[in-house]
């Protein structure tokens, strides 16, 4: 199965509001298929994509921002902090008063 190329084909006709992207897919792994998606999508639209790694390797944070992702969390998910991870980043900001 080719999960990361399939990963870029559906953000091409679908929009999504935030994207979990395994980084160990075969074929395309995570990092290059946000980095397709990334140059696809340009400066005006950005969804917010949240790296998913197999352990917190030293270097794995420096290829997640290399890849433009926009924050990471490790495996085995802890489901308090993918919770809090992902209304970070789906949360409109708190208007001023």
Known sequence: MEVGLEAVKITKVVEFDL???DCNMPVMDGWQATKKTRQRAGLDHRTPTIA???NAMKGDS???LAARMDDSISKPLDSKKLFETIL???QAPAAAD
Request: contains cysteine.
């Open 19 to 21: 994207l979990l992207m």
């Open 88 to 90: 970070k980043w789906t």
């Open 62 to 64: 420096e290829k997640c």
């Open 52 to 54: 998913v790694t197999a």
